[in-house]
Every structure is written in C-alpha cells, then in structure tokens.
C-alpha cells in the first residue's frame, strides 16, 4: 500500500514538470511571436531593435518571420506541442546576409525581396 501510495505521487510529479516544460515551451513560443507583430507594426528593422534589446539581430529576424508566415498563431501545424526551435525549422530556409560584412538587411533568395 505504502509504495502504491508513492508511486502514483511519483505519477503526479511526472504530471506536473509535464505541463511545465509544455507551458513554457508555448509561452516562448507566444513571446517570439508578439515580439514579431510589434516589429512589424512599428516599422522598425531588426538590427536596430536587436541592438536595443541586446539580442542577435537572427533572433528579432526569425521572430518577424514567424509573425509573417503565421499572422494566427493558432494556426501552427503542430498547434500547441511545439517548441521554437520547431518554429524555426518552419520558416524560410533561403535567406542569406546581403553582402559579406552587411549586418543590417537580409534578403531572401528565392523572391530576392530584402528586409
């Protein structure tokens, strides 16, 4: 009876760092896309923001891009089970740097648009 008792605490513990991991994977998730939003709403590039916010300029770039190709969120092929580095494997594989030591605009290769 005794270790009946602890495992299903063992189970219940199990349970909890679960949800957890699955909660802040999806709050992430939903950071990196607002952050995205608010970018794109404000006009601003992401070398600028990166540098004021003390981030790389990829990450503010990978967070613009999310907020781009999935304007819902909800609308993630994995919906809530997913983490960012899933979001990154989802979003355009083709972009490059303009130029060998430009750090400010990045251009993809498949539209040649820049950003």
Known sequence: ????????????CKAIITEAVFTSRWS?????????????EQGETPLRVAQSLGKSERTIQYAVQFAEKFPNIDLLP???????????????????KVGEDCHHEWQCIKCNKIK
């Open 28 to 40: 992430l998730v939903e950071g990196y896309h607002h952050l995205g939003q608010r970018v794109i």
């Open 78 to 96: 994995e919906g809530k089970n997913i983490s960012w580095r899933k979001v990154i494997a989802l979003l355009p594989s083709g972009e490059k």
């Open 1 to 12: 009876m005794e270790e009946e008792k602890y495992q299903e605490f063992i189970e219940e």
